[in-house]
Structures are given as C-alpha cells and as structure tokens.
C-alpha cells in the first residue's frame, strides 16, 4: 500500500510482481497485522481505522511511541510488553534502538544510571530523497558546479549538521529527546537520565552512536565484552590495536549492531565508553518491526 499516486504501479517481491493499491480504512479489512511506514500523519489517520477492523498495526512513525496505551518494543529487550497491546505497536526510534544495542546488556550487568550520547546519523534516515541530495551533492563538488540542497536547511557533502528534526524551546530538538524518553520506555527505567546531540553526517546508510554511561556497580572490561558478546542483538567488534572497531560501511544490512571501543570511562567512577553502529533502516526501522511480528506469532498474539 502507498498514497494515491502510487496506486497502480508494479513492485517486485519475493520474484512475484505486485500491484500498489492506495492505503484506505477499507484497505486492511481482513488483515491479520500490517507494518505502517508513511509518517506520523498517516498513522494517526489510518491505524486506528486499521485496528478497528481486527488489524493489529505495528508503527514506524513516533505517533503513538510515548501513548501509554501503545508497547514499544525492541524484542531483545522487552518483548514481553507485547501482551498488553491494544491493537498498535510501536516501533522505537532508530537512533534510540540502536543505542540500546549496546547500552542493554551493559545495564543488565552493570545497572545502568545515565548517559550521554552523540549521535553519527546517516542520510538514509531523511528518507529517500535525501539520500539522492548526497549523491548530487557530490557529482557536483568532483565536477566543480554550483551544489544546491533542498531536503537539508545547509549542504551536507563534506560537511555535518548538528540538526536532526526540529529545535525545542529547551533548545534541544525532538530526535534528542527520543533517546530518553524512548530509553526510559523500552528499558522501564523511569528514573534514567540521558543528554544526546544528533549530528546528520555525509554518511548513506546506516548510523553511528558515541555513549559515555555511568553504572550503579562497579564495571568490569570482560565482564562489558561479555555481556555484548552472549546479546542476540549485537555483535562484539573491539580490537582496536588492530583497528577493528564497528563502521557504519560494514552495518548497511546487517541484523546485529556492532558495540566496540568499550573502555573505562576517566570521567565517571563506575563508568564506560562505547561506540555503537548499526543499519537505521534495520535495526533502527524496518528489522525492528518485522522482529516484532514474528515474537508477537510466537507468542500467539498474531492468531486470530
Ligand atoms: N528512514 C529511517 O531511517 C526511518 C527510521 C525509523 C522510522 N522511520 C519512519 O518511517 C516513515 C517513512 O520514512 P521513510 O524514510 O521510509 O520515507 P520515504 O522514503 O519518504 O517514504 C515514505 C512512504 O510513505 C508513503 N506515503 C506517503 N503518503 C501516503 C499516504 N497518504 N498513504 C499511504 N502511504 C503514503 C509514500 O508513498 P508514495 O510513494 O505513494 O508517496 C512512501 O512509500 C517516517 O514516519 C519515518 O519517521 C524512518
């Protein structure tokens, strides 16, 4: 399903071709479940006409992430809120999921008391049409010409913008707050502290997170890669001595985020740093939701 103007146009999948039809109210008569991917707008228009008519709809927007009625669920982390559904699911930020990656395991073993983040985020994450002003961006700087930007407020070729989403009246903007919010949420820490600045890097895909957190327990070096190690949802890559560390090339479509760089932060007692990267489009959006389908099928919730 897509807006009207796509209504009509063929799209392959899975070596079958399809047909998009406009997303209408009557459209998910007769659906199990539905993966909604159009912004907040339409989900707020559109999943509730979904969900009254039998279709459970897990949400990529942040419509309904901080509604307490909704669960916002990374599986890892808190699947078992998915039984408390009352129809829509929401699917978490993906700066904040990816954070989690690593941030998780550490708090299950450590404690986790606060944070503060800077963020690495790539175009994909603008959508379609940003991705393509990169591109641009760069044909024109290697040919010399004039480089115009539409979908960013400055050129981000050779360059990084310390701007995703809007600016708050705090000064913040709302992709900041997420962290916290959305952290606090998945992780049921209500009390959990987090400072985050999000950075628009000249990366495609895939984003990078830099995480300084302070543990209610002493930590421990090999007890952290342990704990990163035994996590389903992410991979230990720390050997820096042979400049093995996670990148945001080698996490474009991979299910596991990379945790590495973990070391003993100077700043705190109980305290380390970390460096996280992981496909915002995976993990961050589209994975995130497709994992929620299948632990809500294994769960039973999906059968009707
Ligand atoms: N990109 C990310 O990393 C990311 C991560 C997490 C969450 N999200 C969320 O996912 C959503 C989409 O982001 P995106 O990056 O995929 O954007 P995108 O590349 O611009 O795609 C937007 C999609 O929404 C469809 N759409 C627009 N109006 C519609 C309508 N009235 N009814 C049904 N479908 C409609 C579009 O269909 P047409 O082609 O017909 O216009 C298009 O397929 C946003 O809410 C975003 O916040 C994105």
Known sequence: MASARSAGTPIEFGG????????????????????????????????????????????????????????????????????????????????????????????????????????????????????????????????????????????????????VDSFLDTGYTKEEMKMLNEGRKILELPELVATCTCVRVPVMRAHSISIDAEFERPVDLAVARKAIEDFSGAELKDDPANKIYPMPLDYQGKVKCGVGRIRKNIAFDNGLALWVAGDQLWKGAALNAIQIAEEMDRQGILKK
Request: aromatic share 8%; proline share 6%; glycine share 6%.
């Open 16 to 163: 079958k071709i399809h047909t998009v039809i406009e997303a209408t109210p009557e459209a998910f008569e007769g659906l199990d479940f539905a993966i909604f991917s159009a912004g907040g707008d339409i989900s707020r228009a559109l999943a509730p006409e979904a969900v009254k008519r039998g279709c459970i709809v897990i949400d990529n927007s942040s419509a309904f992430r901080m509604n307490p009625e909704v669960p916002l669920v990374v599986p890892e982390i808190n699947a078992h809120a998915l039984k408390n559904h009352k129809g829509i699911i929401a699917n978490p930020n993906c700066s904040t999921a990816i954070a989690l990656m690593g941030l998780y395991p550490l708090h299950k073993a450590f404690g986790l008391k606060r944070f503060f983040a800077s963020t690495y985020q790539a175009v994909s994450g603008t959508g379609a049409k940003a991705m393509a002003e990169l591109k641009q961006q760069v044909f024109a700087w290697t040919k010399n010409e004039a480089i115009e930007h539409n979908v960013y407020p400055h050129q981000i070729a050779f360059n990084v913008l310390p701007h």
